[in-house]
């Protein structure tokens, strides 16, 4: 198996790993899930690099790849959803709509058929991910004793309940819009791969 597949099984064996560290409640563990988180997500992004680079494209990564990154994307929000820090609801349809597209997307490449993706869902991501590492950030922050102690105040306003609300609403807006505007663009790839899928059933 070639590395790129490699660093995508790693991305996947992480994800449960760092779900464990992150509810662990232990200050120390809930530490080292942001070292775990990193390092899954600097392997989606060097398994990317070498792929183009070295031409390393395979079926087994065009399929797994993808689903690979929406599975570790998930869970982190899953993992805010069990803290209490985001919205089940808004988490739901964030999830629901990513799995959806991804499906999709992945039932194309099996076809050989090509799928847009637009800039507006390359930004969905963009502001997914960072928001992401901002809320990480902001719970390792919450349990690490140095900064609570010299930075609390400026920690609390950061992890702000209503602030937090907020942000997740709009992108919770922004990836469902984004996720009808894709079906949209692509309504006639997507018949065609319903009517070829029908034909196989």
Request: glycine share 4%; aromatic share 16%.
């Given at each position: ?9 790693l991305?996947?064996i ?120 901002y809320?990480?950030v ?8 140095y ?25 919770t ?8 505007s ?20």
């Open positions: 198996m070639i590395l790129p597949n490699q660093l995508t099984i991305r996947i992480l994800t449960p790993i760092f779900l464990i560290l992150f509810l662990s409640k232990n200050s120390t563990m809930i530490q080292i899930s942001f070292i775990v988180y990193l390092i899954a997500a600097i392997t989606d992004w060097y398994d990317g690099w070498l792929a183009r680079k070295f031409n390393y494209i395979t079926a087994w990564g065009k399929f797994w790849d993808p689903l690979a990154d929406k599975i570790l994307t998930s869970t982190v929000f899953i993992g805010f959803v069990v803290v209490g820090i985001l919205e089940l609801w808004m988490v739901s349809l964030v999830i629901l709509r990513d799995l959806i597209v991804t499906l999709l997307r992945l039932l194309a490449d099996s076809r050989g058929i090509p799928f847009k993706t637009t800039y507006y869902a390359k930004w969905k991501t963009f502001l997914q991910m960072f928001f992401l590492y809320l990480l902001g719970y390792v922050l919450q349990h690490t004793n900064f609570v102690i010299n930075y609390g105040d400026y920690i609390r306003m950061m992890m702000n309940k209503d602030l937090i609300y907020f942000v997740m609403l709009i992108i807006l922004i990836t469902v819009h984004s996720g009808i894709y079906i949209a663009v692509n309504s006639q790839l997507i018949k065609k791969i319903l009517n070829e899928t029908n034909k196989l059933v």
